[in-house]
Every structure is written in C-alpha cells, then in structure tokens.
C-alpha cells in the first residue's frame, strides 16, 4: 500500500447505558441506549461506510451498542474486542490505531469517553465546514460517531493527520 492511501477512522461512543450497582465495567445499556444503538448503525450504512475492521472495548456497554449497531450494516466486519479500549488514554488509544493492519482501510473503533472525543479533536488537523467547532461545542454524547479521513499507513497516525469529515451526534 503507498503512502497515500486513503483510510477512515469512525469513533462510536457507546450508546446510553443505565447507572446500576455493579462494577462500570459491567453497566448495560439503558432503554435509550438499545434504541441509539441501531439508529447509530443506520447512519453509518446510510453514509455507505462499511467499516473492515472494529475494534470494541469489552465493557457490556460498548459490546450491546456494537451488538444492536452491527445489525444495521450492510456486512459483518471482522471485530476484534479490546480490553485496552476501556479507559484508554488518549496516547494509548493512538497507540492501538498505530497497531491496525494497513489491508485496513475504514476501522470502527466503539469506546468510551473522555478517549473518544479527545481522540477525535486530536486526529482533526483540518474538518469539513463547522463540524469541529460543532463537535467541541456539542461535546460527544453517547451514541454519537466521528468520521476521520486521513491518507497513509496505520503507523503514521498521530495528532493532526487527518480530516473530520462527519460528527454524527444521535439526535440532531
């Protein structure tokens, strides 16, 4: 693959989940969160992307988006869950997008916030009309995705590569 191969990042934050008493880790999904799920994937097959690769941290909340959100996909994409996705630091997480195979062109990433908001505002060097000031202004509620388009090789993403060239919040 050159150097100039164009690739997509699409960060899901996991949809709405209830506050219970077991540990974060294992927090479901809210009544909410099962409806945005779906819907979320309906967006996403809408805008025809149809990611190669997910990766999905192993917190029940981002594995019942995942689950609800890959039904609406035209096809099942190979998804790998990734414990490191849980709390990961912004570094960490542009770590593991390092990792990616370059045979991978679009990569949905389902993860949790700060990461994905700030992960999102750093890969952004430029963005399509508002949608950067829309995305910080609007913050990353759950459900919503982001569609970073950037050209090269999996090991040279860092701050500033890429393009935002969707913010998808939920309900707009």
């Known amino acids: 693959m050159s150097a100039d191969t164009p690739r997509r990042i ?10 219970s008493d077991s540990s974060d880790h294992e927090r479901p999904l809210a009544d909410r969160g099962r409806q945005d799920a779906p819907a979320a994937g309906r967006r996403l097959a809408g805008a025809g992307i ?3 690769l997910t990766l999905c941290s192993t917190a029940t909340r981002t594995r019942e988006t995942w689950k609800l959100f890959v039904t609406e996909l035209a096809h099942r994409p190979k998804t790998v869950y990734e414990e490191r996705l849980y709390e990961a630091s912004l570094g960490e997480l542009i770590a593991l997008l390092n990792e990616t195979s370059d045979d991978v062109h679009d990569l949905l990433v389902v993860a ?5 908001h700030a992960l999102a505002d750093a890969l952004a060097g430029e963005a399509d009309d508002d949608l950067l000031a829309r995305m910080n202004r609007g913050g990353f509620p759950t459900a919503t995705m982001a569609v970073i388009a950037f050209n090269g090789s999996w090991k040279s993403v860092e701050h500033g590569v890429g393009r935002l060239v969707a913010y998808l919040p939920p309900h707009e």
């Open 112 to 116: 949790h916030n700060p990461g994905v």
């Open 50 to 52: 149809t990611p190669d």
């Open 10 to 19: 699409v960060l899901l934050r996991h949809a709405k989940a209830e506050w």
